[in-house]
């Protein structure tokens, strides 16, 4: 899925803008092996540096309910490789692992060294009883460049009563078209985000969260967002995201 | 701070937009008196329905560091009363407290049943260990319609590496400017939300947010919004916010 082992820090997302024309530093940092706090494939070529194997919290457990393991099986059987002698179905998902916070497991000296601090986490996936906030898993289908999560809204994600805050709605639409963003280019950080609200989402609900690309300019990477009910006949959500490919340089000067 | 306990549902903060035409239920509410998941001034007028006294979110505990405490400690002395003999500084200030789920110590009929889940927390304060997550106190200044927000962003809220989530940004900016909102109105829900990342936040870091109101029309309200370093020399991100005034009825249908 992503291009080359050079671009492991593709995952490495920022937020916020930084100044322009400084070089990237994806020549200077392919040698640096480590995993991001993002979702990320490559998992499997970096075995060595990791202290022990992390979870993958984009696997079903036992809070999943029905909606959500009806789509997650649907993307699932559409990300396995044809069988011989099957036929091909044309449309190819891969499922993108998600972790915590996987810095922890790395090393990888002065860059590392700056930015590792044990205790955080990243903040989708900050807490890990089952069920209560944020369950999601994230498919990305590379032939048409588009993503879709599905998303489960646990109880501890509360706005008005007995609704999904919009702040965890932007929060998971940030967090799709960001990855999305940094399975296209270098480290990228979240340059604005332009979230319409339509209709609330109550919580407990399994909701889609399908994104694509708009364009990329340049360093700007433009990406569009629907969140829907999972058979797509309500809208709650619609937005548009941009981000800009950073060097991981900028991070580390701040 | 309220105009009046008629507006007690103005907290109610919704997250999405709905059918125009259907007329405010404030007349028919303004009876219903229960606290909200937002920050409400309101709380001393409601004490005969709480089962017993919630936690307040927004005042000081261990986990607050220096830039943060020097900042409360600011606007909680503009928010006395002018003592009788000393000058009026005429910028007076009010602390908004803040609860992680209200409802459930509430009794009120039909809409309430409906809506209560007693196991749901609102999302900026779902985590009790102090420090780990969102510490925040919302000050409100009538005269000028506006709110300065002290926010200390724990380690629990990664997104790049040792830097604040982009969404954990975005949800404070929600909720800094529709607090400010249902301030100002009846109960309110968030129509959109435009955010500029200018620069990343550092884990750990205690930010301003500060927010205007631009505009009324009818029932839109627009407000404006700035994350800045606590002495406002380094801009992180600037938004702009609009709600939308709404009946309660409207969350109760969906």
């Known amino acids: 899925m992503a291009r080359s082992v050079g671009r492991i820090f593709s995952g490495f997302r920022c937020f916020g803008s930084l100044p322009f024309g400084n070089p990237p530093l994806k020549t200077q940092c392919s040698s640096v092996l480590f995993r991001t706090t993002s979702e990320r494939t490559l998992v499997h070529a970096l075995p ?55 810095l922890k497991y790395a090393t990888g000296g002065v860059y590392l060294s700056k930015i590792i601090q044990s ?91 399908e994104s694509i690309l708009d364009k990329e300019d340049g360093r700007k990477i433009y990406i569009s967002c ?3 009910s999972t058979d797509g006949s309500k809208l709650h959500t619609e937005a548009t995201a941009l981000f800009l490919s950073i060097s991981v340089s900028h991070l580390l000067k701040r």
Chains 1, 2 share one sequence.
Request: proline share 5%; hydrophobic share 35%.
């Open 119 to 209: 205790k955080a986490r990243l903040f989708t996936r900050n807490i890990r009883d089952p069920g209560t906030s944020f369950e999601y898993v994230i498919f990305f289908r590379q032939d048409k460049l588009k993503c879709a999560c599905i998303f489960q809204a646990g109880h501890l994600l509360e706005g008005a009563p007995g609704h999904v805050h919009g702040g965890a709605i932007a929060t998971m639409i940030d967090t799709v078209t960001g990855t999305h963003a940094s399975l296209l280019s270098a480290p990228v950080m979240t340059a604005n985000l332009n979230v319409n609200y339509r209709s609330p989402i109550p919580l407990g609900s399994t909701v889609l969260i």
């Open 226 to 228: 629907r969140v829907t």
């Open 48 to 102: 060595k540096i990791f202290a022990r194997k992390p979870r993958d919290f984009s696997l079903p457990n036992s809070s999943w309910g029905k909606e959500m393991m009806q789509l997650y099986n649907h993307y699932n059987r559409l990300s396995k490789e044809t069988a011989e002698g099957q036929e091909d179905h044309g449309e190819r998902w891969t499922r993108l692992p998600s972790y915590n916070r996987t």
